[in-house]
């Protein structure tokens, strides 16, 4: 009876070890993003927010290694976390990980960009606003790299910059010093 049990017990802690191991085999890598990070159901900057992932939250790397994942001028890895006892997936900026070196080994997207108004981000990070001013709340940050597309509305000035509006975020503003055409 004791050497049936040891067996059972044994084949339930190999069977539960499994999926653990399974889990192991993908890369891991830690958020870099002092304000979070977002986690999207698709890759995209428009694509629903699952939920924010914290700075310093590590996250299990699932796709788009081999076959990297544009999608806005931004490349995008499907990654898993465990939260409130669930595993989530989902999308996150490839910039944001430090696997990656967050911004020293991200890849310049090449080949992504067919639109007309393709403004690239040059800033390692960039605060897309509510309005054409720093006095307006940050609506979205997007990385290095990322391409935006102009509204086609005119520039303004203010605060020492000269602001463009981008589709992004139903039209938020960048500040043009940190942002350089796409041909």
Not at 108 to 137: D, M, S
């Amino acid at each position: 009876m004791r050497r049936i049990m040891l067996v059972v017990v044994v084949a339930a802690a190999l069977m539960l070890a499994l999926p653990l191991s399974t889990l192991a085999a993908d890369p891991t890598a830690v958020v870099q993003a002092p304000k979070g990070l977002n986690l999207r159901q698709a890759p995209g900057l428009d694509a629903t927010i699952i939920f924010g992932l914290s700075n310093g939250e590590t996250v299990t790397v699932l796709d788009g290694l081999a076959a990297p994942i544009y999608a806005n001028g931004v490349r995008w890895v499907k990654v898993g976390v465990w939260r409130w006892g669930y595993w989530y997936t989902g999308y996150v900026s490839f910039a944001y990980l430090d696997l990656y070196g967050a911004y020293g080994g991200y890849h310049e997207p090449v080949g992504q960009w067919g639109g007309a108004n393709g403004l690239k981000v040059t800033a390692g990070a960039l605060n897309l606003r509510y309005g054409p001013a720093l006095t307006y709340g940050i609506g979205r940050v997007v990385p290095y790299g990322t391409v935006l597309e102009g509204t086609g509305a005119a520039t303004v000035s203010a605060g020492g910059y000269t602001w463009q509006q981008v589709t992004t975020g139903g039209g938020l503003w960048a500040a043009n010093t940190f942002l350089t055409a796409v041909p």
